[in-house]
Structure formats: C-alpha cells, structure tokens
C-alpha cells in the first residue's frame, strides 16, 4: 500500500521566490518587484512554468469569491453559524446597513457594489476563511494581491515548473533564464527590495553542471594523461583503440542481452556501470604486457588464459550478485558489469594477440614501471612493517565506518542556494521537518471523507503547539457524506422564519438610507436556493484554487495530501498519532530515503558474503588445492578489512555511491590476487619472469584507476570526491597487499612446504 500511495500522491516540488524589502524599502517596492516578476513568467516563460501561487489577482479574486458564494453552505463551520445569529439582530443588522452604505459611497464603491448587493451580511468572506487552510503558515495574509508576511518585511511566490525536478536536462536552460530574469530585476529594484530563488529543481540542475564541469575538467585530462602514457609504454600510436575495442564489445554485448530482457535499461546502472567497466580495461593489459615483452602467441596464452578465465568468472559471480539487491538499477547494473566483462575477457583474449604488434625493445632498458614491477616488496621489512601496522589499526578503526543515510548530505548546492535557503528559513521553516500525510482510498469519497477525519486530528495538534503548520484542503474540498451535511445545516438554521426576518429587517434599515426594497433580491433567493453537492471537476474550473497540488486521482485509486511542518522532537508524536488510523499515512521522505539505504546496507552486507563465497568456490575449482586458495582469498580479504579500517581513520562514510562503487574495487582486488597466484605458480614451474609481467600489467591497471576514477578527489561534488576515495584507497591497498603479502603467504604455505619435501 505504501509502494501504492507514493505512485499516486502529488509530492509537488516548486520554486520559491523569495522577495525582501530593504531598509528603506516599502511594500510597493515588494509588490512591484513581484509583479514584475510574475508578469515576465506568464509572458516569457510559458513553456517552462505551469502555474504560479502566491498572486492573486482581482479576476481571480472575484471568481474565488464567486464560488464560494455559490456554494456558501459547504464552506461555512459551526463557528460561522454563530456569529451569523448575532448579525441577525436588529441592531446588528442596522449597523451592517449603515457600514454598506457608507462603503458604497466611498471611492472604493463601485468595486464593492455587487458583493454588498448579493450578499449584505458578508457571508461569503466568512466562507473565504476556510480557504487559510491551505496556506503552509500562518505568518502570512493576502495584500495588494500577493502573499505578504505579516510584518510586510518578506514576500513569497511559488512556481510549478513544467518538467519535475529529475528531468535536468530540460530545466537547464529553464533555471539559466530564471537566474537572468532575478538579476535583471535586482539591478532595478535592488535599492528598495531583492530576489532570491531557491528550489529541488535548482539544487538538482545545480548538480548537474557541477557534475558535467567535475569530469571536463578532471576525468577529461587524466584520460589524455593516461593516453599518452600507454602510447609511451607500449610503443605504438593505435594502442588506445586496441586497449579499448575488447570494452567497448563487452559493453554492447551487454546492452544487448539487458535490451532483450528487460526491454530497457536503467540510466543509473548504465552510468555506473560505464565507471565499472574499468575493470575490464585490467584483461587486454595483461595480454599486452606479455606481447610487449617478448612472449609468442602460444606463450601468450599459456601466461594469461588461466588466470584470465579465473578472473573473469570471479569478477562476473561476484557482480552477479547484485541480483540478490532489492534493487531493479543495482539489478541492472549486475547483470551489465558482469556480461560486459565475460565479453571483454573473452574479446581481448581473441582480437588482442590478432592486432598488436609489439616494438623491438632493448631488454636492458627498463621503464619505471617495469623497476616497480620487477621490485621484491616481500623482501622489504619497513614495506611490511607498515603494512602490518596499518592491519592492526584497522582492526580498530573498522567499525568507524558508517552507512551515511542522508542524501541532502552528497548534494552540490553553490553558495547563492545556501543563502537563499538560510534567508526562506527564518520566513517558513525551510529547515523545519517536513512530513506528508496522505489519505487514500479506492474512490474519493473514502479519500476525502479520511483526510476530513485527519484535519480534525491535526488542528487539534496544532492547538496543543504539537506541530508548527500544516496546509490541508479538507477546509475547501469536502466528500460528498460531509456536503450533503452541510448543506442540511445550511438548511435548518434558516428554518422558524429566520429569512423573512432577515429580509424584513434589511429591506426596513435599508430604507432609511435609500436602498430599495429590491437592492438585495438575489441575497434572499440565495437563503431558500436548493444547494447540492459539487464534484472535484468543479473545483479545478477554477485554476486559482489548485487543489491538483492536493488531491490525486486515477482510475481505481485516489489520495488526499497534507503538508506539516513539525519540530524534529514532535515527529515521531505526529506519526504515531495516525499509525492505526484507517485509510491514512504519514510519510516522511527522509526517513523514507534513510529505511531504503539502510536496507540497501544490509544488502551490500549480505553482497560481500555472497561475493566472497562465490569467488573462493570457483577458485576451489580451479586450483583443487585448497593452500593455493587460501593465497589468494586471504589477500583479497585483507585488501577490504584495510580498505574500511583507512576510511574509518580518515573519517570517511560509506553512501549509496561509494558503496557501489566498492564492488568495482572487490572485483580489481580478486583480479590483481588471481594474477598475482598464478604468476606466483608460474615462477615455480621455471617461467621466472610471468610473476613481473603479471605485476606490471597490475600497476597499469591501477594506474589507469588512479588516472581514471581516483582524480576524482579533486572535484568539488561531494558524490564525486566520496567515490574518488573509496576508489584511491581501496585500489592502492589491493596492489600492496597483492605484491608484499601474497608472495610471503604463498612462501609460507606452498614453497617451504614443497622444499621440506623435496629435502
């Protein structure tokens, strides 16, 4: 029911126009600013805006005034009755009388000549009160047609964007035209009053570009830089397009099979998968390296088939079990990284050895690259030393590490947005929580007739200062059950000749100040008119109302949403107030978000154990020696507990980002461990210098991370910089554990083990 409500109820996200007044500001100067403002909107930016709040202008007056007073039984509250019995005495009435009068001769007469005509005793304006309902706080009235604090310091507008907030691309150019009208206007009226915007649409367009502007300006460059290195290393102008021929097959292998499946494929699983496939970058430098250092074909796959196949199995099981996520991107994204790098595996093994020719080298002359590969880490004792003082602090900086729930907390939001939410904040609430609760039913009616039922529930939270506002359309849209209710109201208090005493008494009083007997004729047939209910298509006749922000309507299912403002201590209050009420919800986005992502770590939790327990059973099946193994598994095991216990000491949280992108980093480290072993197995069997190449092919794969994700660090996106580390660390981890531990652990458990026995 909840998966239900949240595809049908209208969670609305506009953009605020705040306007302030200066200190020798008035407030002209604020509704001039803000008329301006709505003027070019409705003018200039049609395609872009569908509605605009917070204005109300004379026509929409009148014909807001007009529904209400053809409908005046259904917005009248038992507290209207009362106060309409005082006006009925004679007095009353003869005061009344006398204030008309004297309204109609005054300057502001002919405005007022219809209103007072059919409706002497102001009925319609008691009516209107039930409309303050939908206002989000009461520190705000209507003046000179536009929504006023009551200090007349501040002004507020509200704009309904055509396209919703995800839809980036399309709003861009929108939110740019937006931000040039706001200055345009500031440089005119900025002496007396000034405009801020502020808005999920711009926070959203915001990300954005500082995304776009992030990989231009950082992954852009690395690429060129690590261009140029593969071209130098390797000898050979074409060798970026033959290094990425493999991936790019392995890509659309997997775009094909995800488009016969699923039909489409996800943009997020897409996105991340494109970073993902970094790994499959990691096969076709293996079987360059050992082409480029002198080996033959069949030499070639002899080295690298093996491990490759080993690797690439590994890696694809471990990505496969993303399946086991609640997730249909995080699906996706599984089943694209793990087909597209069985694909690109397979490719490179093909095309690789077909097209590259190697250069004659100088075996005597040795790169940087290969010194490092060629180095004995495991002879190091300070390299160890360091390594195994990083291990033990990780075993007590691990559990530091924690799931950070809070999406607002990876949102690039510029300076110019953080003012103007600091300025909204002190005027409504901005930061205040907020909380949505939604009534729903199969039919309006049970809707509606729920959401009155709330209300009532709600007003009286708000008598008790239990919460701050709330802004409901249960006080203008009523269910059917509750008009017919009214309306009888209606009827029986002007049962026992109450209308012909009020009609004697206004026809005698206004007599005496010249008002014919027939001057309120309409008035006393709208007392004995046949009311009857009115359907929600009536209210939308009247755009001004917009109570398509409220209510939602399909076919088989409809729900009623209440906005409410409420301190943090008062939520919980608030969520328990309506836990076992029929046909009502309180839905809290946040808390919403922060459940998904905290069962998302869960998952991720279970991910890991399923991703470790996949990789060392096929690697049982490979090597069918189980110390062999325990080579290669342990060192992928230590690569995660260093990598979480480095982030813990620097403070850094896992997010719905990172942690996705650890399961690129899992997969690197079972590369680089698988390679690692068998190049290890290989030295044993006399091919000496297997170990080195495998070795070097693994510093160009980090290398190519480095360049590729871990420049990241320097982009100013909090999302970006997350993954840029978790990438730095756990990549730099994965190729020191595999080149300093894994050699002593294989020296330990295999070769002593054979010398003993040769002996």
Known sequence: MLQKVLNTANFSDKIIVHIKKTDQGTIED???????????LQTNFKSSVKEIQGVVNEDDALEIIDFVYQNLPLFLAESDYALLQQKMNEDSIQAITKANFETLVSPTGMLAKTTIARDPLAITFQGMNQLKALNASDNFVLKNGFLVSKDEQDLLLFVTPVHSTSETAANEIFVARLESLRQQLNAVYGTNATATIYGGVLIAVANAQQIKKDIQYTV??????????????YKRVLIPLILFVPTVFGALLSVALLTFLRGEISAISLGIGSVLLGVTLDYSLHILTHIKNGETKQQVYKSVTKPMIMSSLSTAFAFLCLLFIDSQALQDLGLFAAVSVLGAAFFALVFIPQVYVPPKIDSSKRNLIDRIARYSFQSNKFTIALLVLVVVASVFTYNNVVFNKDLTALNYVPKQLKDAELQLDG????????????TYGDKLETALQANENAF?????????????????????VSSEKNQFSKIERWNTFWQEGKIDSVTNLLKRSGAEYGFKSTSFAQFYETLSANFQPITLVDYTDVPSLSVTDFITETKDFSTVTTLVKVSEENSELLTNTFQDVKNTLVVDRLAMNETLLGNLKNQFNQL???????????????YKNFKVVLVTVIPIVLTWCITIGVMGMLGIT????????????FGLGVDYSIFVTNGLLQSKNGQQHTLHLHKTAVLLSVLTTILGVGVLVFAKHPALHSIAWVAIIGIFTAM???????????????????RKTEL
């Open 736 to 754: 020191c554990v595999s080149f300093t531990i894994q050699p002593l652990l294989y020296q330990f458990l295999i070769f002593k083990k054979e």
């Open 220 to 233: 852009g460059i690395s690429v060129l830089v690590l261009l140029l290195v593969f071209v130098l290393f």
């Open 456 to 476: 009532k529930k709600l007003t009286r939270l708000k008598e008790d200062k239990k919460l701050l506002s709330f802004n409901s359309v249960a006080g203008l």
């Open 30 to 40: 604020m509704t001039q600013l803000a008329t301006a403002i709505t003027d070019s």
């Open 654 to 665: 896992f997010n719905v980002f990172n942690v996705i992108i650890s399961t690129f980093i």
């Open 427 to 438: 005027v409504m609430n901005t930061k205040s929580k907020s909380l949505y609760v939604v």
């Open 608 to 622: 890991v154990l399923y991703s470790f327990l996949a990789v060392f059973v096929l690697l049982l099946l490979f």
